[in-house]
């Protein structure tokens, strides 16, 4: 993200929750979790969603570095899927992280370590892959695959004090204008070295049985949000370390996001894709945190991971803000604008290889975001770009505002006029925002 003066730029991961409909019982071949009973009835089944309807080649590994196993492969954590589809399970191997030859450099060991990795994914037929919106079930080869799907990290038994906890949402198809998440899986490694991992999904305690590495993963349903699952690895000196990010007391100016954020202002995509939007959550101190923005899936937003047809919430777009006091925060200027650019022509976000209709639309490369805030008693907010001019109406008790252009501005500089409630305006501009 670019920043200007009149540019605030602090993500806050704002999520929206929900209560559990149903704990799926993780299950490896040493046993089955404990604590892990049902809270409340399963969750509704969505026909055709999560089935497998037919079977694909293998996709090739990603990146430029290889994962070559050292030793075995093994499945150490299992979960039943909410809907009824294939098992959910975690994959644990060491291995040698290669830089594959096409990138190396002379001279330099292409090896750059042997970490502990894990992969998340599916069991259909036997076989370990990932299940994709329209029923396309692909068998997951061992590589560097990063995001939400896999991790590697330390071999020591504690795992150098950085123990994981992922979590992701499948959902229906991402191409649409609209989408909705399946459900919430949360996943990830504590090391051999854990005494006890104890999961908490909506304040419900679950405790997964004990592997080797002390791999673990829940599935429930889309009633339970990402950040509502947390949880703490306690190693053999009693030492603790927390487990996922969690509707908790964040850092931030004005002590950060307690509250559940809710969805604030909206955007839509150029591409007509899934629309944009931001969130606003309530601290512990009384003031508001605005969270940057992201994609929006029912009443969730986050990133979008096009190839995996999956929502993490955690993955904002935009910049954002915390600990807004009032008119102070304004003193100097009536809108607090900040951008992001790049993107938008990957399968990733859905560029031509994403087919969310960019050829069809005619719209360039890229997607150019702004997003931020209005002071109070400014009931409408034009910005004045070399692509055109757009009236934003701020949204929320943050008065937060975004909107979402196809491709970048070369050239030129943004005009932004706050009009107040009692007919005044204010002009303030953004020099340029090149990209």
Request: a positive charge; one cysteine or more; proline letters at 8%.
């Amino acid at each position: 993200m670019r920043l200007r003066p009149l540019a605030l730029a602090a993500v806050i991961a704002g999520l929206l929750g929900g209560v559990v409909a149903a704990i799926a019982i993780p299950t490896t071949k040493v046993g089955i979790a404990r604590g892990a009973a049902a809270a409340g009835p399963p969750a509704q089944v969505v026909p055709g969603v999560d089935t497998v309807a037919h079977v694909a080649p293998a996709a090739a590994p990603e990146g430029d570095v290889d994962l070559r196993p050292e030793g075995p492969v093994r499945i150490e954590a299992r979960a039943a899927d909410p809907l009824g589809g294939p098992d959910w399970a975690v994959r644990v191997f060491r291995a040698a992280r290669v830089v594959r030859p096409g990138s190396r450099r002379p001279g330099v060991d292409p090896v750059i370590g042997h970490p502990l990795c894990a992969q998340v994914g599916r069991i259909h037929a036997g076989r370990f892959g990932w299940l994709t919106a329209d029923g396309t079930f692909r068998p997951l080869r061992i590589g560097a695959q990063g995001g939400s799907v896999a991790t590697c990290g330390s071999r020591k038994a504690d795992m150098n004090g950085m123990p994981t906890l992922d979590t992701l949402s499948p959902i229906t198809d991402p191409h649409a204008p609209a989408a909705r998440a399946k459900s919430t899986v949360a996943w990830g490694v504590a090391g051999r070295g854990a005494r006890r991992v104890t999961l908490k999904v909506a304040g419900r305690a679950v405790v997964p049985n004990r592997t080797p590495n002390n791999a673990y993963i829940i599935a429930v349903g889309p009633e339970t949000d990402q950040r509502e699952i947390t949880g703490t690895a306690t190693y053999a000196d009693g030492r603790g370390h927390r487990l996922g990010g969690g509707l908790h007391h964040a850092p931030g100016i004005g002590g950060g996001a307690s509250g559940r954020p809710v969805l604030a202002a909206r955007a839509p995509d150029p591409n007509g894709g899934l629309p944009f939007a931001m969130t606003v959550s309530q601290g512990r101190d009384g003031t508001w945190c605005q969270g940057g923005g992201g994609r929006v899936v029912g009443g969730r937003v986050g990133g979008v991971d096009y190839a995996r047809d999956i929502l993490t919430e955690n993955a904002n777009t935009g910049g954002g803000t915390c600990g807004v006091r009032g008119p102070s925060l304004f003193k100097d200027h009536p809108v607090l604008l900040g951008w992001s650019g790049g993107g938008g022509d990957t399968a990733e976000e859905g560029g031509d290889t994403g087919g969310t209709g960019r050829i069809a639309r005619r719209t360039q490369r890229g997607l150019m975001t702004f997003t931020g805030q209005a002071a109070p008693g400014v009931v409408a907010v034009t910005l004045e770009t070399p692509r055109d001019v757009r009236t934003l109406i701020p949204s929320g008790p943050t008065r937060a505002i975004i909107a979402v252009y196809d491709g970048s501005f070369p050239t030129g500089s943004v005009k932004i006029t706050a009009r107040f409630k009692d007919g005044h305006v204010q002009t303030d501009r953004l020099p340029d925002v090149g990209m």
